[in-house]
Nanobody, 124 residues
Framework: QLQLVESGGGLVQPGGSLRLSCAVS????????IGWFRKAPGKEREGVSC????????NYADSVKGRFTISRDNAKNTVYLQMNSLKPEDTGVYYC?????????????????WGQGTQVAVSS
């Protein structure tokens, strides 16, 4: 059983930055991949980024490449999403999720455990 808790959301102006954190409680994360997803009003949930906790391999949605960076701290069982050059279209509720695999992907149907989400609003 995994539990995930997100933090770090808030209101930021366009062009600004935020860092989201996902704290994961689990006996071991050796065979786990963590993904970040977002849900904007009126839109379907979409995958943003993911990371394999075993080898650190990552994946990004085209819409965030070059602006967002995902990283992990295995000692703290925490995954971070550094978001730079934020745009209004990045607004939404951001969720972290876990799948029992060494491979990460951006399809939310593969993820079994989900956090409660943290709100990100990008507005002037």
């Amino acid at each position: 059983q995994l539990q995930l808790v997100e933090s770090g959301g808030g209101l930021v102006q366009p062009g600004g930055s935020l860092r989201l954190s996902c704290a994961v409680s689990a006996f071991t994360l050796d065979y786990v991949a963590i993904g970040w997803f977002r849900k904007a009003p009126g839109k379907e949930r979409e995958g943003v980024s993911c990371i394999s906790m075993s080898d650190g391999s990552t994946n990004y949605a085209d819409s965030v490449k070059g602006r967002f960076t995902i990283s992990r701290d295995n000692a703290k069982n925490t995954v971070y999403l550094q978001m730079n050059s934020l745009k209004p279209e990045d607004t939404g509720v951001y969720y972290c999720a876990a799948r029992l695999s060494t491979l990460c992907g951006l399809r939310d149907s593969r993820y079994v455990y989900w956090g409660q989400g943290t709100q990100v609003a990008v507005s002037s």
